[in-house]
């Protein structure tokens, strides 16, 4: 019923006479007759808008929208400030292509240069690249620029979201290169079992880790970095960009890479996507670095002009010899996360962070009152492990209903949990109390 | 223009958040950063005019005739959008309970049942987010395949010359190694070099089809055919699929895996690069090497399965969702015949421009096309000076983006053109006009095409300059 | 200034000066800096690594093209031309006296052409 095809059957039958078809058989009929499919599609009949919106709402409404959220683990729910919605439905925006064309493209250029900007800002490197898909594929991305002639395989830290690694792995398998874990000591990466990893693979590339960890921790960048250029590997660290508002950034910690997801910066939940991965790296690496960049330059008038740059790095010229074949990758999404930050500010971004981490001290020690006690006892950001005082999965279910998403069971008996400048302490004092039923029963 | 951070001033900013309700914790000094991030410091007026200002520089969809080839720029309907805004589809974590998410898990069971469908194919992942990123889930799954079977030493990629570069980049990112096969003097796979080509170390084949020169290769059964008989897979690059929905399927014409766009094929926007989605299907002796889950359903209830021998994740979560949600509206939308309709509709505005304009250009094959045509400016270049980039230059002034350029590698000076099946009539032969107008130009005043575009916010950059001296972030003096 | 009649050249254009030490200067030839254009970024091996005779050594990018630097001698890289990498330009402007690498006890790949067979060479190839 409903397609976007705007020519008229009767129009589209001149336009076959005019290109010398008798008909769409006639235009097909370069076609091998044997491969043409002769059935219908077993699909339904097409629909009217207005059937489609309220099939599509019907969804919708199949998924049950959690009013209070104390989940993160990879997908937080923070405030999203009105005017990033606005500036992000603009349809010149939303509808271009890759600029390519760089002569009608300056201000979706402009948009990544400024997105670039905000990251090394942020994470306190020299370069950051246009993005690429999320947090997963950063974190894979970055392994594979450490590998050269000399170096391969990498040491991922047992405190690292476990999607995240997942993905590192996949790519390790992809692309032949070991992978092995670094074992935590006290919710943190043990840098004894680091050093001893790092004696043992001589030639290994990279050390991932992640600041905050899985469990919400600081880990020791600094010595951790130390460790790791000492045996000659570069340490690739996966951040929170909102954390990233008060905490000492990768660049002064002595990483290398820093990588992570955008998603905080204004993107929804949106059941896992789309998401962004951003990874930004020391000049050194300028080149290993995949996917587009944009560069300053000038036109022939000599204004100010931006163009995708150091092209020859891409799969589009270099074929089997690129470091990546990533093509698309999120440009929507950086700049949903240029204008967050431009709404912020530092200020407000150092705000967000201070709100996220005293909550969550709030919430640690709500929820510690009632019984559920705390795994570690380090510093942390916005999220936290607890024991807990019945089945962990239980409780989730049972909050679920309730409208609370709580922590994330992790195993049977405990929880992860997360809070961000979002939750108030009455919502917190609230779901303590609904828990405390909870329990009861 | 300035950019965001030449603008505004200290201390000025938006007023987001209430004061703190809780008592404050403060971050040990050691582990503090040492000074602010320099971000923009700018009032949300401020931040409105910038951001407009940047979409007046920006071109998309919404502007103008968009016929960039390989790209299939079609309009991007709204009542997409408007699904997937829904709050029910934006505000769903993805590690909620599969009983208070069982919406968004029946829009990637609908959406990879119809991409089954539509394609030929068994199952389906919606996890890879976009078409490089489903090649290479692709390969993983033949990899894990052959490894399962024991057959590593089969460890070469066949891709033809003719092939976009995230195909050869993929196949070596699956530590594959690729042998480029010649295309013959038609565009299509050369069969004899295939045949020379392929041997007990073949891992597989990736090919598009229609090809990237916009034909249907006509021997593509014997071509999978020659890749089976050797022993290897398939590989279907979706990435030209707008032309033969409803109309052929790749699962009959002997391929094993495939991607599809869903970014150009099925009408979700660009984004100015990305977000996109790259969902991949399979037959089902791969299926159980799929990334990430899969959505079964029982007795009225959706649930994630993990396949059994599933090569892992190849990125967080469940794909680019939001993505795959405007794909099923689309699909709702269409419905059975609005597919097919759709493909023909491609073809037919593509060989309709293709027809108008053979007299004033040379296309690269003169036959029938498919859903896109190459033009070949090789004896403009020769005869006027005006190359396929000058050309593509005077197009701008004219409000029209230039069809893709210098691709597929095979074809010098090549323009490659798909104008997609939601152009109308009127405005295919508004592009004929102006591209015959300016192949006169070529001839008359070539000065004039070699210095255009002149009426755009800027003209050529110098990207030379550019890779020099990369300046690839902005710094306060 | 050297003399570009007085080198060696293989088929992919890159030329051998050859010092009687066995002493081996490598860049590319005229006819390949004008096929690539502007070179943006010259890649180049480390000091002390060994090159092959027909294996690449390092690559040459410009805007739009890359291309990979295939070594017509074998021997020990013993210095690497520094102001390339910070002007790769200079390839384009006096491609002769571009040297990219110094290569010791250099062995040439067998095939090498002189001026004249390179001439003809070029001629054919167009």
Known sequence: MGTYIPNTEKEQEKMLEAAGYKDFEDLFSCIPEGLIYKKELNLPEGKSEMQVLCEMEGLAEKNKVMRHVFRGAGAYNHYIPAIVKSVVSKEEFITAYTPYQAEISQGILQSIFEYQTDICELTGMDVANASVYDAGTAAAEAVNMCRDRKHSGCLVSEAVLPQVSGVIKTYCFAGDTPYQTIPLKDGVTDTEELEQLLSENSGTACVYIQNPNYFGLFEDVEKIAQITHEHGAKLVVGVNPISLGIVKTPGESGADIAVGDGQPLGLPLGFGGPYIGFMACRKELMRNLPGRIVGQTEDSEGQKAFVLTLQAREQHIRREKAGSNICSNEALCALTAGVYLAAVGADGLEKTALHCMSKAAYLKNALEKIGFSPVFDRPFFHEFVTECPADASLISAEMEQRGYLTGLPIDNNRLLWCATEKNTKDEIDGMITVLKEVLAK | ?477 | MRDERDLRYSKTHEWVDMSDDNTAYIGIDDFAQSEMGDIVFINLPDVGDTVEAGEVFGDVESVKAVSDLISPVSGKVIEVNEELIDNPGLINEEPYEAWMIKVEDAQEADGLMDRAEMDSFIENEK
């Open chain 2, 1 to 477: 223009m300035k950019l965001i951070f030449e603008k505004g001033n200290e201390g000025r900013g938006l007023q987001l958040l209430p004061d703190l309700d809780v008592p404050e914790v403060e971050i040990a000094e050691g582990m503090k950063r040492s000074k602010k991030p320099a971000l923009a410091k700018v009032s949300e007026t401020e931040i409105s005019r910038h951001y407009t200002e940047l979409a007046n520089r920006s071109y998309g969809v919404n502007n103008g005739f968009y016929p960039l080839g390989s790209c299939t720029m079609k309009y991007n309907p709204k009542v997409n959008d408007l699904a997937a805004g829904l709050k029910g589809l934006t505000d769903i974590h993805p590690l909620q309970s599969e009983e208070t998410t069982q919406g968004s898990l029946a829009v990637i069971k609908e959406l990879s049942d119809a991409l089954c469908e539509i394609n030929g194919m068994d199952a389906f992942t919606l996890q890879p987010a976009a078409g490089a990123h489903g090649e290479f889930t692709g390969l993983l799954l033949i990899k894990a395949y052959l490894h399962e079977k024991g057959e590593t030493g089969r460890t070469k990629i066949i891709v033809p010359d003719s092939a976009h570069g995230t195909n050869p980049a993929s196949a070596s990112m699956c530590g594959f190694e690729v042998i480029n096969v010649p295309s013959g003097s038609d565009g299509c796979v050369d069969t004899q070099a295939l045949r020379e080509a392929v041997g007990d170390d073949t891992a597989g084949l990736m090919l598009t089809n229609p090809n990237t020169v916009g034909l249907f290769d006509k021997n593509i059964k014997e071509i999978t055919d020659i890749i089976h008989d050797a022993g290897g897979l398939c590989y279907y690059d979706g990435a030209n699929l707008n032309a033969i929905m409803g109309i052929c399927r790749p699962g009959d014409m002997g391929f094993d895996v495939i991607h599809v766009n869903l970014h150009k094929t099925f009408s979700t926007p660009h984004g100015g690069g990305g977000p996109g989605s790259g969902p991949v299907g399979c037959k089902e002796f791969l299926a159980p090497f799929l990334p990430g889950h899969v959505v079964e359903e029982k007795d009225s209830m959706y649930s994630l399965v993990r396949p059994s021998r599933s090569v892992g994740d190849v990125k967080v979560f469940h794909g680019n969702f939001l993505v795959a949600v405007r794909a099923l509206s689309y699909i709702l939308t269409l419905g059975k015949d609005g597919i097919k309709k759709t493909s023909q509709a491609a073809v037919l505005n593509a060989n309709y421009m293709r027809v108008m304009l053979k007299d004033t250009f040379d296309m690269a094959y003169d036959e029938t096309c498919m859903h896109e045509f190459v033009m070949d400016l090789s004896r403009m270049k020769e005869e006027t000076g005006c190359s396929a980039l000058d050309f593509a230059k005077g197009l701008l002034d004219y409000g029209i983006h230039p069809p893709t350029m210098y691709f597929p590698l095979i074809v010098h000076e090549a323009l490659m053109a798909e104008p997609t099946e939601t152009e109308t009539r009127e405005t295919l032969d508004e592009a004929v006009r102006i591209f015959s107008e300016l192949a006169k130009k070529a001839k008359e005043n070539p000065e004039s095409l070699h210095a255009a575009p002149q009426g755009t916010p800027i003209g050529r950059p110098d990207e030379v300059a550019a890779a020099r001296n990369p300046i690839v972030r902005f710094m306060a003096d």
